[in-house]
């Protein structure tokens, strides 16, 4: 599996917001005049200066250097322990502010499952240490030797531990409940099939099916993205997953949450499974949206990176968005309008039996 997600504060809630105010020293006349030669000079300088590192970074880092949004300036860095077969892997996702590197640091966040207290802090404060150590610079290489060299230490010890692969969401709901959001239960086993990947020798060989994407949506830095392909066997579910996860932006993304639906015409029921990859219930929703919509042989995907801000349940929206949107695109729904009938139907059928229930 691949890792979850730990992501530090805004800086402005950080112990670095105390520096983020600090002058920095003019070295030379030239300093100074790009000092006091207006707003428009000094941008100029920071883009320049975010530009060289991150085609420096890139050339330096290869297919370990993702673009999660070029707009924005999100990039994201795969970082492992250097070994033939890594144990140990770290993701750092950054966010470059319009004030980086001059007098803002980035905002970053840590993804890895064994990324838990006191690894977590004593990490983070190495890279506000850097960040300390050198006000002004560009301070991305820096951080990732040093992840680097926490792995390294790891993979050597005597005794290393096991990674835990277990995914979590970053998110944390105090109250799930919103009336927005499409009503969840969970699916019964005694109507479907779930989903086992161990296949016979005669399907390894099977076609892989044609994979198309959806248009993002963003949403405060996070970014959602809908991939679908058609499907009638488990395996051919396994292939499209495994050739998602090639293209390392998916792999590199906070969660990539699926669920699929296929009819077996023979034994007249559905195989079905879903999955949250560490986004509690999200999988499940997805897949009751698709039970709804009453589509069947299709796996919808939806991968999110997230961006620093909690969304809270406004994240579930932006996941059945996205898959009601490509759904209907391909033509598994006919429209937006008939997917949010039907939505709107299970919701009042669900109220009416709750209230029979009542009374």
Known sequence: MRPTASQRPL???????????????????ETTQQQVSGRGGREGVRGTARLDEIEALSSIYGEDWCVVDEDEKIYCIKISDC??????????????PPRYPAAE????????????????????????????????????????????EVLIEKAQSSDP????????????????????????????????KMLNFTTSESQEDEE?????????ITDRRSTFQAHLAPVV?????????????????????????????????DKHTFLQDCEDDGETAAGGRLLHLMQILNVHNVL????????????????????????????????????????SKQVGKSRRIKKDNKKRMEH
């Open 11 to 29: 800086p402005a809630l950080s112990l670095l917001s105390a520096f983020l105010q600090v002058p920095m020293a003019a070295s030379d006349p």
């Open 83 to 96: 070994l033939e077969q890594p144990k140990w892997t770290l993701c750092l996702q950054v966010v470059l």
């Open 105 to 148: 640091p980035p905002i970053y966040q840590l993804n890895a499952s064994w990324l838990r207290g006191q690894d977590y802090m004593e990490l983070a404060n190495s890279l506000e240490e850097i960040y300390i150590q050198n006000l002004g610079e560009s301070i991305l290489y820096l951080w990732v030797e040093k992840i680097r």
């Open 161 to 192: 531990e096991e990674p835990d692969n277990k995914k979590i969401s970053e998110e944390v709901d105090e109250d799930n409940e919103d009336d927005s959001l499409l009503d969840y239960q969970p699916v019964q086993e005694d109507s479907v």
């Open 208 to 216: 892989l099916p044609s994979i198309r994407h959806g248009n993002p």
């Open 233 to 265: 066997t488990p395996q051919q579910v396994k292939r499209v997953l495994e050739k998602l996860y090639e293209n390392k932006k998916i792999a590199s993304a906070t969660h990539n949450i699926y669920a699929f639906r296929i009819y077996c015409e």
């Open 300 to 339: 919808v995907v939806v991968s999110r990176w997230y961006g620093g801000i909690l969304l809270g349940p406004d994240r579930f929206k932006h996941v059945n968005n996205c898959a009601r949107t490509i759904l209907v695109e391909y033509n598994y729904v006919h429209s937006v309008e008939e997917s």
